[in-house]
């Protein structure tokens, strides 16, 4: 099975997000100590900086990484309009409540993390997004386009039922840590500077689970 195999890049782009993450956090807390006199914006700037610099060299190795999210992105648009009212409520609710309750806003970011994720993978085998993912392969034109999946040089690999499912973990841990952090996070168990951070490490281990499921059920 080839690099650019479904399953396989989706692993690879949810193991990015997380040492996106964590990099991230890492970072921009020393911005945060050292320079937060020089400027406020700095923090926000390391933040993203750092996070997109991280995926970008992620994808300098695994190129493909983002035609699973373009992929997925295609199918979803043909979705009912129910199905895209429910998964854009799903994602974007908890955002918007940051700005009720921007105190909490790293639980409410880790709420949307988790309630997007599930909604997209259970919107997505009721609407077959995941029956109609298709990513081409390196050798199908060597093969002149044979086997009965292949279809004008594409590989039909959406019939495997635990295709997306990397995508229901991420959700799952995601909430299943939710109310760990504002246990800890109310408690004074650990330094301030990591009680700010934990939110953002528990979506990356989020992410990281489901990069591992992925890469381990993927068959390169």
Same mark, same amino acid.
């Given at each position: 099975m080839p690099r650019d195999d479904f399953r396989y890049t989706s692993g690879i782009f949810f193991i990015s997000i997380a040492v996106g993450i964590v990099s991230a956090s890492y970072m921009s807390e020393i911005a945060y100590i050292y320079y937060y006199y020089a400027s406020p914006y700095i923090y926000p700037l390391v933040w993203i900086g750092v996070f997109?610099? @991280?995926?970008?060299?992620?994808?300098? %190795?695994?190129?493909?990484i983002f035609k699973v999210m373009s992929t997925r992105f295609r199918q979803s648009i043909s979705w009912p309009r129910?199905?895209?009212? $429910?998964n854009g409520l799903a994602w974007t609710l908890p955002f918007l409540l940051i700005a009720l309750y921007p105190v909490d806003y790293q639980y409410l970011i880790l709420l949307g993390i988790g309630c997007g994720n599930i909604s997209t993978y259970i919107l997505g085998?009721?609407? *077959?997004l995941w029956n109609g993912c298709?990513?081409?392969r390196d050798g199908d034109k060597k093969? *002149? *386009?044979? *086997? %009965? @999946? %292949?279809e004008h040089g594409r590989e039909r690999i959406g019939a495997d039922s635990d295709l997306g499912k990397e995508q229901l973990i $991420? /959700?799952?841990v995601s909430s299943s840590l939710l109310p760990v952090a504002i246990l800890v996070g109310s408690s004074s168990l650990l330094p301030a500077d990591l009680l700010h951070m934990l939110p953002r490490l528990f979506i990356a281990v989020a992410y990281a @689970?489901? /990069?591992?499921y992925a890469l381990i059920g993927s068959d390169c």
């Open positions: 997109v610099l @991280s995926i970008y060299l992620f994808r300098l %190795k695994n190129p493909d129910w199905a895209k009212a $429910v085998r009721i609407t *077959g298709r990513m081409r093969n *002149g *386009g044979e *086997g %009965k @999946s %292949k $991420v /959700g799952v @689970s489901g /990069g591992i």
